[in-house]
């Protein structure tokens, strides 16, 4: 099994969460995060004086399939999440030793 995470721009969730649906990922996570990588954050104003945001907002999708899956599932998120603008995100993939489901006790991929 893998854990895929992915780091992506606010208005591109639906649009993931859809693609991802479609490919057959039945289960996900998705937590509101800031951070920054070689966008840096911006300048904005207020009341006249400039001030940079170092921690931009973005979402964080955490999603669990198995390693037969997980290229698919990879390659629908680069291709749905991306802009072709700096900030549109990262994918992390971790090898997943275990899981399992608390109501029914099942584990490894029956789990998922």
Not at 31 to 46: D, L, N, P, S
Not at 71 to 92: H, S
């Amino acid at each position: 099994m893998k854990k895929i995470e992915a780091v992506i721009r606010h208005f591109k969730l639906e649009e993931v969460k859809d693609a991802l649906t479609k490919v057959g990922v039945h289960g996900m996570t998705v937590t509101e995060v800031r951070g920054f990588g070689r966008q840096k954050g911006h300048k904005e104003q207020y009341r006249g004086a400039e001030y940079t945001v170092d921690f931009l907002p973005k979402v964080k999708i955490e999603v669990v399939v198995d390693n037969e899956a997980s290229r698919q599932v990879i390659d629908t998120i680069v291709a749905t999440a991306r802009t072709g603008q700096i900030g549109d995100g990262k994918v992390f993939v971790t090898p997943l030793d275990e899981a399992v489901r608390i109501r029914t006790g099942e584990t490894g991929s029956e789990s998922l």
